[in-house]
């Protein structure tokens, strides 16, 4: 087994990774409860708790303010891009999403090659967001002096 800290872009590749999932998505004009985004995020629990995705979180927020897309997810880890998708379907989304999870975590940086992305990733993404800086390089020159 390689040591992660040898190399920078192995730890990021062992680094666990957050699935943001929008629990107040709903399409314009549904009024039916659940929302659509709460059975988005029910069927994600449901499929990481089952154990077949190991170092993946899913975490519940209250707006990823992207509501002309719903249902809608961000995907984060340290070190690398996080990327917010809509337009994915409660119902048959679960699967592909975490699909697409994984390929993300599988990388250093969490760029996934364009064609090797599942379709709803290709044709779903709102935004890609840089990895946020080290501490080391937000610090002001001379600050600790």
């Known amino acids: 087994m390689r040591d992660p800290l040898a190399d920078p872009?192995?730890?990021n590749q062992t680094a666990?990774?957050?699935l943001y999932v929008c629990a107040t998505c709903r399409a314009a004009?549904?009024?039916s409860e659940p929302r659509a985004g709460a059975q988005l995020l029910a069927a994600l629990q449901d499929a990481v708790n089952s154990g077949d995705h190991p170092g993946i979180t899913v975490a519940s927020v209250e707006c990823l303010s992207v509501?002309?897309?719903p249902c809608t997810v961000a995907v984060a880890s340290a070190g690398r891009w996080t990327y917010v998708y809509g337009d994915l379907d409660p119902a048959a989304s679960a699967r592909t999403i975490l699909e697409g999870v994984g390929l993300y975590a599988g990388t250093p940086d969490g760029?996934?090659?364009w064609?090797?992305?599942p379709p709803e990733f290709r044709t779903g993404v709102v935004a890609r967001i840089p990895p946020f800086p080290p501490l080391a390089a937000t610090l002001l020159p001379d600050a600790a002096e």
């Open 67 to 69: 509501c002309k897309r």
């Open 9 to 11: 872009a192995d730890a």
């Open 16 to 18: 666990p990774v957050t």
């Open 115 to 117: 064609k090797a992305r």
């Open 111 to 113: 760029i996934v090659p």
């Open 29 to 31: 004009g549904d009024a």
